[in-house]
């Protein structure tokens, strides 16, 4: 099977590969479809012939697409990401959704925004390094991103945080309203690291919600 390739086609198999895998609501927004069924359609199509693969991975969740190696070939990409750590499954489902809100909220090209699978791409793999979920270039300050959803040992935290305020005008923190040990310790932590910034979880999933 043969398809003739359209440059929202590219604009797919990037988005992928840059936040290594997405949901097809996900594709749907960043690829600019009309509805949700066109989108669908062309991912089929893309599936078909073997660019991108969907895979049902834990229950609960819809199909999440990958690049393949054909795709990556035939799309020049950089890199791909093919196998996933399951823990991580939500928690990256919840970064791309960041991604779409600060996208949306600020008209932020998807060039303005890293993800952390760019930036491991940029630098290298070095593991003792850490690297924010999202980098975002706004009003003319260098912005990192931390989705957090589990708690930390406090020197952990702590490190990431000076980190970040070493390296950026200003560091988001997304945490669940619910999670008051993780927003007690970031309080803590603006005492001596005063670029830090929380915005609800739920708030970032209403608004998906609404688009």
Not at 25 to 35: P, W
Not at 66 to 87: A, M, R, Y
Not at 144 to 159: D, G, S, T
Request: glycine share 2%.
């Amino acid at each position: 099977m043969n398809i003739i390739l359209q440059e929202r086609d590219y604009v797919i198999l990037q988005s992928i590969t840059k936040y290594r895998f997405l949901l097809g609501r996900q594709m749907k927004i960043l690829a600019s479809f009309s509805g949700q069924r066109a989108c669908d359609r062309r991912l089929k199509k893309l599936t078909d012939v073997g660019y991108i693969e969907k895979r049902h991975i834990i229950y609960g969740i819809p199909y999440l697409y990958f690049v393949t190696p054909k795709g990556k070939k035939i799309f020049n990409l950089d890199f791909l990401t093919q196998s996933v750590h399951i823990e991580n499954i939500m928690h990256d489902i919840n970064v791309v959704d960041t991604a779409i809100y600060f996208m949306k909220t600020y008209s932020l090209p998807s060039t303005d925004i890293a993800s952390e699978r760019e930036i491991k791409h940029t630098d290298g793999f070095n593991k003792k390094v850490h690297r924010p979920d999202l980098v975002i270039n706004l009003n003319n300050e260098t912005i990192c991103i931390e989705i957090e959803l589990a708690v930390k040992q406090f020197a952990r935290l702590e490190k990431n945080v000076k980190d970040n305020f070493i390296t950026y005008d200003k560091q988001i923190w997304i945490v669940r309203k619910e999670s008051t040990k993780i927003l007690d310790n970031l309080k803590k932590l603006e005492r001596s690291y005063p670029n830090i910034e929380v915005i609800y979880l739920e708030k970032i999933q209403e608004f998906i919600k609404s688009l």
